[in-house]
């Protein structure tokens, strides 16, 4: 059972777009263990970050506040994550053991090269985003609009961002019914975190990525395929433009 984060009324884990099917018959607190193990072997955490607090992440994760707190005590107990006192909850390490991501284990797509792998994003995300724009529901948008309000009061922190960017995203990628192209748009979606995290802390560049999330959302909310798919490749090209820029030393 998960919850809502604002009530004490149950809700099935199978109702929860951003996990997926497989997991569905574990505790929930160890669920919410491997998401936050994932955003720290994918890079979005790292090493001595402070997490959100238990409010935000339930927001982010769409659980309620003891599943969250529950997953950090499993992580806390492993010395992956410190707790302290009157103190944010940090990354203490972060090798948290193999996590798959969506197919393939953590950081395994930053083998290949950038211009493959966004070839590869705009091949396959244009499918994904198209069939999601098809078959979204009241639901899985009422999720696009939490977490785009939680993405609005992260405007200048690109960590507690990007952790709701990531949650847009899967949330997106779930919505269609291909599982196998969804997970493996997730593993894409991962490529060099690391240097996502230095483009967000840029001036201005988390207000970007935020109207572009805007612009696919209302297509989706038209469920017009066509229009998500485009708007999803800019907001793509923007991610490889300023990836590729950071990997080759530009400013």
């Known amino acids: 059972m998960a919850y809502d984060g604002k009530s004490n009324e149950p809700t099935r884990l199978t ?30 955490l ?23 707190r529950g997953g950090i005590q499993n992580l806390a107990a492993r010395g992956i994550l410190e707790i302290s006192q009157g103190a944010r909850t940090r990354v203490r390490r972060n090798d948290v053991g193999p996590v798959t991501i969506g197919v393939a284990t953590a950081r395994a797509v930053e083998a290949y090269d950038i211009e493959s792998v966004h070839a590869a994003r705009l091949l396959v995300e244009r499918e994904v985003v198209a069939d999601a724009a098809r078959h979204m529901d009241g639901r899985r948008l009422a999720l696009l609009d939490t977490l785009l309000n939680a993405q609005k009061k992260a405007i200048e922190d690109p960590v507690r961002f990007l952790i709701c960017d990531h949650e847009f995203h899967a949330a997106i990628y779930q919505a269609s019914p291909n599982r196998l192209l969804a997970d493996f748009s997730t593993d894409l979606y991962s490529y060099m975190m690391e240097y996502r995290r ?13 109207s572009d999330h805007l612009a696919i959302t209302d297509a989706l909310r038209a469920h017009d395929p066509e229009a998500a798919a485009e708007a999803f490749a800019v907001h793509t090209g923007r991610i490889y433009t300023t990836t590729q820029g950071l990997m080759q030393g530009k400013n």
């Open 46 to 68: 790292q090493v001595g970050d402070a997490l959100p607090s238990e409010r935000e992440l339930a927001v982010a994760l769409n659980v309620g506040r003891d599943a969250v």
């Open 198 to 210: 230095q483009v967000m802390a840029r001036p201005g560049a988390i207000a970007i990525s935020y």
């Open 15 to 44: 109702e929860l777009p951003t996990f997926r099917e497989g997991i569905v018959k574990r505790p929930l607190t160890n669920v919410i263990s491997d998401k936050i193990a994932e955003l720290i072997a994918s890079g979005i």
